[in-house]
């Protein structure tokens, strides 16, 4: 009798929507001796079902050795259908049980390949001594995926014919970030598309937004505001705590202070040494609190300065015919005995002139407060930009792009970032199709839509530096580390180190020296895709073109995870909060700023505002765009297992445990704040920019 060698086969079906497949589906087994047989896996039991656990035995004449790879097909028997394996499990007759991360849809009859799960890095990797399915291979097929339909592939056609083929980058507007190219939404694979789950939660149009929030009765409505109280009746089919707290304190100058801490734009403040030679404000113009002079508290660090320069020159919008209006204000402010930050001046327009005063908190309470409106709206078209449409969103496209291009499963580095890309190519399609194109909504009713947008991006992204994208170097360069009550920095930097320490501890592994770097071509092509499609190949950025060392790829790729989870939720997850109550946060305002003191009215102010139908318009994408959906993966939860050694798994779980532990402190703390801030507290933090 013949002896044979039998394989242990589990194969994991994933949870997702439609995962199932009722076709037959083979294997193969593939080891440093030797393959087994293409196997179809048959049994007795129902197989293949959304969440299912299928168990069979492979045999062979001979041992195959160490495993290295699965072959995967899956041929029509019933009907065409798409199959969603999370991961398979062999265990070898030496009783080895060999770990293959999968992750992906199978839509079509060819072979698919996967290798053995344990992350290895290119000059290490001696799959090709056995016959096995090569890195290239895998990123040649990952090619086919994104572009058979593009490029009109056939299934005769060889892996080596695709060697022309990428997951290609394209132009969206000039001096903009690179994207990747997709005729439509149907264009990209499955694999980056939404869930069936979100895709049913998330119809994003601003329709839904409207419906959800009751609001699809003003929509059409053209009027102006007659009155502050109307504006309250826009909150009563969805409210939220912050939400209460800006209506009641929205005019308050604390509160105008605190938001540029804590609200959705954290990031223009800055500590102010010398005045600006185009914002003359004189210490004759200012009751500061306390006794000393501006210079002294300029001195001793106690003056901040926003300036939104960015914004100068923008072209502002038109809608239904009539001109908008958005200013490029420099707003001082100052830190008081009692630890609060106060506005002490505001000039609206960028060069001093007669007709651009410097209005103060000791001007008529309407003339202070129109000022103080004309920065809130300057602020949510600079932050929904700059903040948040450069500075997460299409970097993390940039960033996940260049994994797609670049890095196979294999790679440690995928394993650690392929997280973090979840549903981001999706939701960037979106934002490029419904938001922000000729159609999109902001581009049709917010101040900065059409030109302006473009023209902001790429004034923003030409001084964009790596520095202001590491929030240790951003908070120290900005002079920000004394500053009281500033949660966003607090939590922000907590969660820098924590992340910093696991994304050390795991690339520290693979990565032993620094040599080990230089030499990963794999690793270098990614981070000089990124710095050329990415940041355009501006030196000026400060972003690396290659990695030297270990501690330059981690800090990078530290960045990297904070922009996409972290970063993300600081400018994103309060929109709604904020921004609901329009007069706090006007999406584009109709009339042009007072050009003298003593004239303004709240008639005025009320006709400055946007219209009734631009302000439901504008609160229906800030709901929809903070909205989270029911299958959200947050940070550190990791259902996807791409790591399979014991060391980088015992990591994750510290990693896991530091958050918790981060999530309790932030909560405690929140219980004696008038106001909590919850942005970055971990359990509020999604893994990518998904939304």
């Known amino acids: 009798m013949v002896k044979t060698m039998n394989y242990e086969v589990t194969l994991f079906t994933g949870h997702l929507a439609f995962a199932s497949t009722f076709n037959a589906v083979y294997i193969k087994l593939v080891g440093t001796k030797g393959k087994s047989k293409r196997t179809h896996l048959l049994s007795l039991e129902p197989s293949f079902f959304k969440g299912g656990v299928s168990r069979f035995n492979v045999s062979c004449p001979t041992s195959l050795g160490k495993l290295v790879l699965i072959e995967l097909d899956k041929q029509i028997y019933f009907f065409k259908d798409s ?19 999968i992750y992906q849809w199978i839509t079509d009859s060819e072979v698919h390949y996967f290798r053995e799960g344990r992350a290895l ?25 994104f572009h058979s339909a593009d490029c009109r592939l056939t299934a005769l056609q060889t892996l080596e014919s695709l060697t022309c083929l990428s997951p290609r980058w394209d132009v ?25 789950t979100k895709t049913a939660e998330m119809r994003y149009t601003a329709v839904t937004g409207l419906l959800e929030l009751e609001l699809i009765e003003l929509a059409e409505c053209k009027s102006s505001w007659t009155r502050i109280s109307d504006i309250s009746h826009l909150l009563s089919a969805h409210r939220t705590q912050v939400l209460d707290f800006v209506q009641k304190h929205w005019k308050e100058d604390s509160f105008f202070g605190y938001q540029f801490l804590n609200g959705v734009n954290p990031t223009l403040i800055r500590c102010c040494r010398a005045l600006p030679e185009n ?20 001195k001793n ?16 919008n038109t809608i239904k015919g009539k001109k908008q209006y958005l200013m490029a204000p420099l707003i001082l402010l100052q830190k008081t005995p009692d630890g609060r930050l106060m506005p002490i001046a505001i000039q609206l327009k960028q060069k001093p002139a007669k007709d651009n005063p410097i209005f103060v908190p000791t001007d008529s309470e309407t003339d ?5 409106i004309f920065v809130r709206s300057a602020d949510f078209n600079f932050f929904e930009v700059n903040a948040h449409l450069l500075r997460t969103h299409l970097l993390a ?61 790429q004034k923003a992204l030409s001084s964009l530096t790596y520095s202001s994208l590491c929030i240790p170097d951003d908070i120290a360069e900005r002079g920000l580390n004394d500053v009281p009550n500033f949660y966003y920095r607090d939590d922000g930097l907590k969660l820098w180190e924590i992340i910093h320490r696991f994304v050390k501890e795991i690339l520290s592994y693979y990565y032993k020296t620094d040599d080990d770097v230089q030499k990963d071509c794999e690793l270098q092509k990614w981070i000089q895709d990124i710095y050329e499609h990415g940041f355009l190949s501006q030196a000026s950025t400060g972003i690396p073109q290659k990695f030297t060392t270990v501690a330059e790829m981690v800090k990078f790729v530290t960045m990297v995870i904070f922009t996409c989870s972290a970063q993300h939720s600081a400018v994103n997850s309060g929109q709604y909060d904020f921004g609901a109550w329009m007069p706090n946060s006007p999406v584009t305002l109709q009339l042009p700023p007072p050009t003298k003191k003593g004239k303004t009215s709240e008639k005025q102010m009320l006709d400055t505002f946007p219209s009734i139908n631009t302000t439901v318009h504008g609160m229906a994408v800030m709901w929809l765009l903070s909205k989270q959906s029911s299958d959200s993966v947050f940070l550190g939860q990791y259902p996807q297992e791409h790591f399979t050694e014991e060391f980088p798994l015992q990591k994750i779980k ?22 909590p801030y919850t942005y970055l507290d971990p359990e509020m933090v999604e893994n990518s920019v998904s939304i």
């Open 397 to 457: 496209e940039v960033f996940t792009v260049s994994v797609l291009r670049n890095l196979p499963m294999v790679h440690p580095l995928y394993k650690l970032l392929i997280p973090h890309t979840r549903y981001t190519l999706n939701i960037n399609f979106l934002a490029r199709q419904l938001l922000i194109s000729k159609t999109g909504v902001l581009t049709r009713f917010a101040a900065s839509g059409g030109k302006g947008v473009v023209t902001i991006l």
């Open 279 to 298: 914002f003359p404000v004189t210490g004759d113009m200012l009751s500061l609190y306390g006794q000393h002079s501006l210079a002294d508290e300029m």
């Open 368 to 372: 202070w407060l129109m000022a103080k």
């Open 654 to 675: 510290y990693f896991q445990e530091e958050l918790k532990n981060l999530s309790a402190e932030i909560k405690a703390r929140n219980e004696s704040l008038d106001l």
């Open 172 to 196: 969206y507007e000039k001096g903009v970030p690179h994207c990747i190219k997709a005729d439509s939404l149907d264009s990209l694979p499955y694999d980056v598309h939404f869930s069936v």
């Open 83 to 101: 199959w969603y394996p999370a991961k398979a499990e062999v265990k070898s007759p030496e009783e080895e049980t060999y770990h293959f991360p």
């Open 301 to 316: 660090g106690n003056i901040f300065l926003c300036d939104y320069k960015l914004l100068d020159g923008v072209q502002s």
């Open 121 to 145: 890095l290119i000059f290490e990797d001696d799959s090709n001594l056995f016959g096995g399915y090569s890195r290239q291979q895998e990123l040649k097929q990952r090619q086919k995926i």
